[in-house]
């Protein structure tokens, strides 16, 4: 079993940074994705960028590519989204997900995706 404590948002001007922080406790992680998605209101959830916990390759939504960066700390079992340039569009409760299981094609589905954190509100005033 894996827990997920998201930490980090907030509300920021346009144009502004934020910085959400993810921890996993219970079982080591040491195979698999880490993501984060986000989820606006009367919207569906969608997927803004994931890493692969072996090797560390990243992938990014469109819309973020260029403005955010996913990292992870195989150390700590934790792992980052640096959002910068942001947009009103980003306001959003973002949430971070796992899923143990390993492959070469990205996860960027929610169901594909065993493992979820609570969420944290960004809210980027225009």
């Known amino acids: 079993q894996v827990q997920l404590v998201e930490s980090g948002g907030g509300l920021v001007q346009a144009g502004g940074s934020l910085r959400l922080s993810c921890a996993a406790s219970?079982?080591?992680?040491?195979?698999?994705?880490m993501g984060w998605f986000r989820q606006a209101p009367g919207k569906e959830r969608e997927f803004v960028a994931t890493i692969r916990w072996s090797g560390g390759s990243t992938y990014y939504a469109d819309s973020v590519k260029g403005r955010f960066t996913i990292s992870r700390d195989i150390f700590k079992n934790t792992v980052s989204l640096q959002m910068n340039s942001l947009k009103a569009e980003d306001t959003a409760v973002y949430y971070c997900?796992?899923?143990?299981?390993?492959?070469?094609?990205?996860?960027?589905?929610?169901?594909?995706?065993?493992?979820w954190g609570q969420g944290t509100q960004v809210t980027v005033s225009s």
């Open positions: 997900a796992a899923d143990r299981t390993d492959r070469l094609v990205f996860k960027t589905t929610p169901s594909e995706y065993n493992y």
């Open positions: 219970g079982r080591s992680f040491s195979t698999g994705y």
